[in-house]
């Protein structure tokens, strides 16, 4: 199975999510609340997540 690898970078209130679209070619550059960062992936196809490595990551790792 392929996996489209996708970058995270985590802030405060806002994380960068970067990938590049698999259909389109395009790269995706989108900043994501909190709230609704879990319902973004939950509606996605399966993918390779690559997160920095903080105290942060291990709480969203499990999400």
């Avoid at 389109?24 to 509606?43: D, I, K, P, Q, S």
């Avoid at 996605?44 to 690559?50: H, N, S, V, W, Y």
Wanted: proline letters at 3%; hydrophobic letters at 40%.
């Amino acid at each position: 199975m392929k996996f489209t690898p996708v970058g995270i970078d985590i802030a405060k209130s806002v994380f960068q999510v970067h990938y590049v679209d698999e259909q389109t070619g395009e790269v995706v550059n989108r900043a994501l609340r909190r709230r609704v960062f879990v319902e973004h992936f939950a509606n996605r196809t399966p993918c390779l997540i690559g997160m920095e490595a903080c105290s942060g990551a291990q709480h969203w790792a499990r999400e």
